[in-house]
């Protein structure tokens, strides 16, 4: 098994953090810009696309500020990836940004950051911040 890329990306979002919570933490919100539709049951979320589905486990949430997953298929190749979704708020400008911490195979990290590109920025035009 080949060793995946960890990505980080930071996101300027003008939105408070409380509201942009409830976006990366509830299936509701995250079907607004991450996934077509997006089911959970407890800790079990199905994320659906067109015509594919993938199975995340939400391995830790802390309240109003960040969301951390694992794929499924990852968790039963015995991988420890996932990504993670923090809010954090600059102390001193109080500017709210995303920072999302993702995985990705060595060829594809250009790819991956596009596709964060795309889905953070679905989550500002949903927010109004775009």
Not at 77 to 89: D, K, L
Not at 95 to 118: G, P, Q, R, Y
């Amino acid at each position: 098994m080949e060793d995946k890329v960890k990505i980080e990306m930071e996101f300027v979002i003008h939105a408070s953090p409380q509201l942009l919570y409830q976006y990366i933490s509830t299936p509701s919100g995250l079907s607004e810009w991450f996934a077509d539709n997006v089911n959970s049951r407890g800790e079990l979320f199905t994320f659906i696309w067109d015509d594919s589905e993938e199975k995340a486990k939400l391995l830790s949430k802390k309240s109003g500020e960040r969301v951390k997953f694992r794929w499924l298929n990852d968790e039963e190749e015995g991988a420890s990836y996932f990504f993670e979704i923090r809010i954090q708020v600059d102390e001193i400008t109080k500017d709210v940004s995303i920072i999302v911490t993702d995985f990705s195979d060595d060829d594809e990290v250009d790819e991956a950051k596009m596709l964060w590109d795309n889905q953070i920025s679905d989550l500002k035009q949903v927010l109004g911040s775009a």
